[in-house]
Nanobody, 124 residues
Framework: QVRLMESGGGLVQPGGSLRLSCAASGNIFSIDFMGWYRQAPEKPRELVAAVDSGGSTNYADSVRGRFTISRDNAKNTVYLQMTSLKPEDTAVYYC??????????????????WGQGTQVTVSS
């Protein structure tokens, strides 16, 4: 069974930094895509940053230059380093992965999984 476990959220003052982590566990063959999304109250979920299996990254305009996404393939983990945080970055941050895995001798390809979410609050 595949799980995504997020960590690193919390309360930080404007201008501060946080690093989020998301670790995928299970009998994983490959992870094609890992991304971070966020959802503020009464707003739709939006893509913040993403990285594919080749290391290509993509960022929302609102975070480009302040956030950095990276992945450790050996650990099946993706990170989001957030700097110069603003109150408008306050949201629940979710990790997404598209991966392939084996369970009970059966192969599952290109399956999408979400983490449980971690709260990031930027406030003085």
């Amino acid at each position: 069974q595949v799980r995504l476990m997020e960590s690193g959220g919390g309360l930080v003052q404007p201008g501060g930094s946080l690093r989020l982590s998301c670790a995928a566990s299970g009998n994983i063959f490959s992870i094609d895509f890992m991304g971070w999304y966020r959802q503020a109250p009464e707003k739709p979920r939006e893509l913040v940053a993403a990285v594919d299996s080749g290391g290509s990254t993509n960022y929302a305009d609102s975070v480009r230059g302040r956030f950095t996404i990276s992945r450790d393939n050996a650990k099946n983990t993706v990170y989001l380093q957030m700097t110069s945080l603003k109150p408008e970055d306050t949201a629940v941050y979710y990790c997404e992965a598209i991966l392939s895995y084996q369970d009970d001798s059966r192969y599952y390809g290109n399956q999408k999984y979400w983490g449980q979410g971690t709260q990031v609050t930027v406030s003085s």
